[in-house]
């Protein structure tokens, strides 16, 4: 006699009900054992998730993560380096068009992605999962709508990912960091605008952020100032916190904010955590240019990978150029620099809006939606940045945009954008809006 295969499908379908069952049970159990409210968060935008899990941990929150340690490589221990947990979890990502045979092995795949991350979620039975995009976030979020846990996207740039836009229709409620990301969303009237996230330990280095006296050390309670100083009282402070900064980060002299002003100026480049291979070989064509620039200095991170090759390149003969893998004090780097050559990331536009830094920003290309385009015109439109297309860079070069601005003459410029910043924290928008994360 053969096996029924109705008796079969039953069998299985009992099997996945008891085992469903037992996942829900198991995350009501440990949820219970939280000494206080947890929140898991997913994807790549990994400063933007550190941002978050910071400025709750102040309100007594506690934070996981759920990611993939060979895609987001240094930013995992940044998750360590903060006090933080991740659980390694799989995903897959999808080649556009998707009907191609290339997605066919992810597709397989993906279930058992969903399932890895249901059981990361069951052992860390969270209150709320928060999505920060990236294909990495779908799983984990499928995940929590499956087991029944509370969904909230956030969307750090300033044009939603195809990821986010896809989950964002499940969610119970989408975060932006800036309005015109709603545009790329099906329900504008689940979205909520609450500002870029910044570490707030960013701020706080940067002079952004201060503790208020009359607070308690449990509260989160900081006063939100202006990084480049909103009348003379709040400039000579900005002077003075940025001569300390030069100091920390182990740089001679102070800079002038005035044109012909004698003193030297700081040039700072950042590629992101993993370095920027396209930024660094701009710089690293621009040494010859830059070298002529009286009274400048040069702090470039290359990232971890690429240090020995322009460390030891022509860098290396030149005195006033520091070459370093990472800069572990961000908000010291940008409150020390006259003007910051950077990408357009979501983090870096929300770190340097924040502490108010004049930068030249080379959005990448390679993003898809070219979101980084979005975030660069956030500040670019806010009078806080200058924006060169990479085509531009590939024709001319990038020392033709920094030289004007790093010349005497561009000291004007240089003040006036530290003049935005000023105004712009009358007006409520980059730098206040983070009070936003961090509640009394």
């Known amino acids: 006699m053969g096996i029924s295969p109705k008796k079969v499908a039953l069998g299985a379908v009992a099997t996945a009900a008891v085992g469903y069952g037992g996942f829900r049970a198991t995350l009501h159990v440990r949820r219970q054992c939280h000494a206080a409210p947890m929140i898991a968060l997913a994807g790549c935008h990994v400063y933007s998730g550190l941002a978050l899990a910071e400025a709750l941990r102040l309100q007594g929150v506690e934070s996981v993560f759920l990611g993939t340690r060979g895609v987001i490589g240094s930013q995992y221990r940044a998750i360590a380096a ?51 995009g990236g294909s990495m976030s779908v799983p984990a979020c499928l995940a929590a709508i499956a087991l029944g846990i509370p969904l909230l996207v956030y969307e750090p740039n300033a044009a939603a990912g195809a990821a986010n836009a896809s989950i964002h229709r499940l969610a119970r409620q989408t975060l932006l960091a800036f309005p015109a990301a709603a545009a790329g969303l099906k329900f504008p009237e689940r979205c909520t605008v609450i500002g ?30 202006c990084g480049g100083g909103c009348d003379a009282k709040s400039r000579a402070a900005a002077e003075k916190r940025r001569a300390q900064a030069r100091e920390a980060l182990g740089l001679k002299g102070r800079s002038g904010s005035g044109a012909g002003s004698g003193s030297e100026r700081l040039l700072v480049v950042l590629g992101g955590s993993k370095g920027c291979c396209y930024l660094n070989q701009a710089t690293h064509n621009a040494l010859p240019q830059l070298a002529n620039v009286s009274g400048l200095q040069v702090l470039w991170q290359t990232g971890i990978r690429q240090h020995v090759a322009y460390s030891g390149g022509q860098a290396a003969t030149m005195s006033n150029v520091r070459c370093v893998p990472h800069i572990s004090d ?83 410029r240089l003040a006036a954008m530290k003049g935005k910043c000023c105004s712009s924290c009358k007006r409520s928008s980059l730098v206040s809006r983070n009070d936003a994360y961090v509640r009394p």
């Open 82 to 132: 903060h006090g933080f947990n991740m659980h390694e979890v799989p995903y897959v990502e999808l080649v556009r068009p998707l009907k191609r045979m290339a997605n066919v092995w992810g597709a397989l795949r993906f279930p058992f992605c969903v399932l890895s991350s249901a059981c990361a979620l069951v052992g860390a039975a969270p209150d709320v999962v928060v999505g920060i």
């Open 196 to 225: 870029p996230a910044v570490r707030p330990g960013v701020l706080t280095s940067a002079g952004v952020n201060k503790p208020d006296p009359g607070a308690g050390t449990t509260t989160g309670k900081v006063v939100t100032r």
């Open 330 to 412: 961000v908000g010291s780097a940008l409150a020390a620099a006259d003007l910051v050559l950077s990408r357009a990331g979501a983090a870096s536009v929300a770190e340097l809006g924040a502490v108010g830094a004049p930068c030249l920003l080379v959005p990448s290309p390679a993003v898809d939606e070219e979101r980084q385009t979005a975030n660069a015109h956030v500040l670019v439109d806010a009078g806080l940045a200058e924006l060169v297309p990479q085509l531009h860079v590939d024709e001319h070069g990038i020392s033709g945009r920094l030289l004007p601005l790093l010349s005497p003459e561009g000291g004007k």
